[in-house]
T-cell receptor
Framework: EDQVTQSPEALRLQEGESSSLNCSYT??????LFWYRQDPGKGPEFLFT???AGEEKEKERLKATLTKKESFLHITAPKPEDSATYLC????????????????FGQGTTLQVKP | GAVVSQHPSRVICKSGTSVKIECRSL??????MFWYRQFPKQSLMLMAT?????????EQGVEKDKFLINHASLTLSTLTVTSAHPEDSSFYIC????????????????FGSGTQLSVL
């Protein structure tokens, strides 16, 4: 069964304190791994898509990396406005989700950055 | 990027009533739309996949007769929660896949802003 597990569940950082969020996954052939940001009461906002092990993508203070078993979202020198829930999702290459674009989400990591 | 409009953003209703949530793709055609629900501090759980002009595909454990999905056009999908009960209270989110795009370019999967349903 395809599964996504994120850790930690919650993370509190001081402004400027860099850290990483983890997303571990098991999937029957990975088509893509996605990172989204979600603010309270809002829909997810797309951040990155990673397709193969070794791939890295960056956007401002965020950098996403991918291995065969997990992905990391590195946050460098975070600011209070980076506070949000970060969601990881996978799309399988074969089977129902690979044919429809269905994403399987992790439970998210809620990040709080204090000034 | 493309915009997915979801309406209403918040609805409060009495137990036993039905509630309709709309999901519109504003500047693109969406052959496939997905409906998720999210409980507080939990992940998004896929409820169903709807394709324009055909019946929706429901995930295991989701009641088809309770959560009616209609995808009548390439820009509109609706979710109707029939005979709502307090346990149906949740955050419902739709997402849309751009027509003609390959699955691999899933960054073209855009999400609506969500609907918070509270059933009293």
């Amino acid at each position: 069964e395809d599964q996504v597990t994120q850790s930690p569940e919650a993370l509190r950082l001081q402004e400027g304190e860099s850290s990483s969020l983890n997303c571990s996954y098991t999937v029957s052939g990975l088509r893509g791994l996605f990172w989204y940001r979600q603010d309270p009461g809002k829909g997810p906002e797309f951040l990155f898509t990673l397709y193969s092990a070794g791939e890295e993508k960056e956007k401002e203070r965020l950098k996403a990396t991918l291995t065969k078993k997990e992905s990391f979202l590195h946050i460098t020198a975070p600011k209070p406005e980076d506070s949000a829930t970060y969601l990881c999702a996978v799309q399988a290459r074969f089977g129902g989700s690979g044919n429809t674009g269905k994403l399987i989400f992790g439970q998210g990591t809620t990040l709080q950055v204090k000034p | 990027g493309a915009v997915v409009s979801q309406h209403p953003s918040r609805v409060i209703c009495k137990s036993g009533t039905s509630v309709k949530i709309e999901c519109r793709s504003l500047d693109f055609q969406a052959t496939t739309m997905f409906w998720y629900r999210q409980f507080p501090k939990q992940s998004l759980m896929l409820m169903a996949t709807s394709n324009e002009g055909s019946k929706a595909t429901y995930e295991q454990g989701v009641e088809k007769d309770k959560f009616l999905i209609n995808h009548a056009s390439l820009t509109l999908s609706t979710l109707t929660v029939t005979s709502a009960h307090p346990e149906d209270s949740s955050f419902y989110i739709c997402s849309a896949r751009v027509r003609g795009r390959l699955i691999a370019t899933n960054e073209k999967l855009f999400f609506g802003s969500g609907t918070q349903l509270s059933v009293l």
